[in-house]
């Protein structure tokens, strides 16, 4: 059987609609059932002078008032987040294997009254559990310890406890969603040269390498705390299946550089796999039908892979 995926588009005044246009026109490994605006996404279906399926999966969630590409109308945030908590209590009730989600403002639902600080968090506090962000290509996995966070608030937040939370979800999830038997996590250290023993930073001698090895001691192949400046040269990474960052940009942009394009976002701790692009709503390009969706494929095609290893049964030790 082909996995269940529900398939959010966003913010209906950025690209995701005519993404998920361009997605409905292939055959997937999957069941894709839409959760948005049928407005919306026949308009953008116009625009690129494409069909949508006639027998199109779709849970119409109306917006207030008519999307206009470029130009998001607070009006519509409401129904934003409503169809991500409609499509993720789907996986939660089992309706669905997974979710997909395209780009949403955070802006613009804030603007709504709406405190947002973005969908994570929100499926997070939904499934009632602790989740990791980790971002994925063919060449790379970056998961964070700290996520939207202002520089200056990072340090307080990197504790021994929250570190072992979140290594324990990375290595449980490249494990049972990966497959990996015995996974290679490289860590970065806090700050530049990992601290250069404690000559530019304490947090690596005092926080993150007691962390990591009271991790060893239960099993876990850890690496590090290490530089971040080197931590990525091909020799660093070779054996290595995820790289844990302290904070957003030490390791994103890296992998972004390396290959933006099959670039995704994966929640980890989930009772579901949950898997988004790994960009904006790029409300420039909203409209022209230049909008790259090599991203939301490549979710698409993440997410099958991840919901058909999960329903798989696991081998008996």
């Not at 603007?111 to 929100?122: E, R």
């Not at 994925?136 to 929250?162: C, E, F, K, S, Y």
């Not at 072992?164 to 990375?170: E, H, K, N, P, Y």
């Not at 090895?213 to 070779?238: Q, S």
Request: proline share 9%.
């Amino acid at each position: 059987m082909r996995p269940r995926l529900a398939l959010v588009p966003g913010e209906p005044a950025g690209i995701g609609p005519e993404l998920v246009v361009r997605a409905l026109q292939r055959d997937w490994d999957a069941q894709l059932t839409v959760f948005g605006d049928r407005a919306s996404l026949a308009a953008a279906a116009h625009s690129l002078g494409l069909p949508l399926p006639p027998h199109l999966a779709l849970v119409d969630i109306a917006n207030a008032v008519p999307a206009t590409p470029g130009t998001p109308d607070p009006r519509n945030a409401p129904m934003v987040v409503d169809a991500l908590q409609r499509a993720a209590r789907g996986c939660l009730d089992g309706d669905f294997d997974g979710l997909v989600t395209g780009p949403v403002h955070k802006g613009v639902i804030n603007d709504a009254g709406i405190p947002f600080s973005g969908t994570t968090d929100l499926l997070a506090r939904q499934a009632g559990c602790e989740v990791v962000m980790m971002l994925a290509n063919p060449g790379m996995r970056v998961a964070l310890q700290t996520v939207h966070l202002p520089l200056r608030a990072v340090p307080d937040a990197i504790t021994a406890d929250a570190l072992a939370s979140t290594l324990r979800i990375v290595d449980a999830s490249l494990r049972h969603a990966f497959g990996i038997a015995e996974p290679t996590i490289a860590v970065l250290g806090l700050n530049p040269h990992a601290g250069e023993d404690g000559h530019l930073g304490h947090e690596e001698r005092e926080v993150i390498a007691p962390a990591l090895a009271r991790l060893r001691g239960e099993g876990m192949r850890l690496v590090g705390p290490l530089p971040a400046d080197t931590a990525f040269l091909p020799a660093k990474l070779a054996g290595v299946d995820a790289v844990l960052a302290m904070y957003h940009d030490q390791g994103l942009p890296v992998l972004k550089h390396s290959d933006f394009a099959n670039a995704v976002n994966l929640t980890l701790g989930l009772p579901y796999p949950r898997v988004a692009v790994d960009h904006g709503t790029a409300l420039d390009l909203a409209g022209t039908g230049t909008a790259d969706p090599s991203s939301l494929f490549a979710a698409i095609r993440t997410c099958a892979r991840l919901a058909t290893a999960r329903a798989r049964p696991r081998p008996v030790p």
